[in-house]
T-cell receptor, first 117, second 117 residues
């Protein structure tokens, strides 16, 4: 069975410093990996995804993530944190599927990122 | 603007009552999903629908029901059989990739918070 681990429930970073939110996964075959962000009492918003190709993917709001197959990781990064980046971040994984759906998507438990002014 | 509209945003229910959560999308997406979010947990899939008049159980379907009579609408009913219905419910649709394999990201509504008194 596939799984996603976000080992840190809470990450605190000073404004202007680089940030990293960690994610490791387990899935059969080549993974499809996603990051979503959730602001308080809101739905999730898509940030970025890795399907194939370059291991470093860039997404919305200056975020990027690096796919590391040997370490089965997909950590989210940003060079300089903003107070507005404070939110709940979810990593998600699915196996490649050929039918038109994403019901095999598994979410991590989320990491609360707080940027300290 | 295109998007997903969930209503109501907040809902209170007495034990033993059924309640229906609305989800409407104008994105022309075929696939739609209902997730449940509890504090400290990832999103869990309740039901999904890949096309009109068809839907499938997700990981935690017991105590819930859905319908998909129109492409735009995917309402969720929380029945009295659901033992712990207090949660944040999220509706999503899948942005298609256009390829043979699904690589699309999910678009989420703003969520509905259900509290059972």
């Amino acid at each position: 069975a596939q799984s996603v681990a976000q080992p840190e429930d809470q990450v605190n970073v000073a404004e202007g410093n680089p940030l990293t939110v960690k994610c490791t996964y387990s899935v059969s075959g080549n993974p499809y990996l996603f990051w979503y962000v959730q602001y308080p009492n809101r739905g999730l918003q898509f940030l970025l995804k890795y399907i194939t190709g370059d291991n470093l993917v860039k997404g919305s709001y200056g975020f990027e993530a690096e796919f590391n197959k040997s370490q089965t990781s997909f950590h989210l990064k940003k060079p300089s944190a903003l107070v507005s980046d404070s939110a709940l971040y979810f990593c998600a994984v699915s196996p490649p599927i050929s039918n038109f759906g994403n019901e095999k998507l598994t979410f991590g438990t989320g990491t609360r990122l707080t940027i300290i002014p | 603007d295109g998007g997903i509209t969930q209503s109501p945003k907040y809902l209170f229910r007495k034990e033993g009552q059924n309640v229906t959560l609305s989800c409407e999308q104008n994105l022309n997406h075929d696939a739609m999903y209902w997730y449940r979010q509890d504090p400290g947990q990832g999103l869990r899939l309740i039901y999904y629908s890949q096309i009109v008049n068809d839907f499938q159980k997700g990981d935690i379907a017991e105590g819930y029901s859905v319908s998909r009579e129109k492409k735009e609408s995917f309402p969720l009913t929380v029945t009295s059989a659901q033992k712990n219905p207090t949660a944040f419910y999220l509706c999503a649709s899948l942005r298609p990739s256009g390829g043979a394999e699904n690589t699309g990201e999910l678009f989420f509504g703003e969520g509905s918070r259900l509290t059972v008194l």
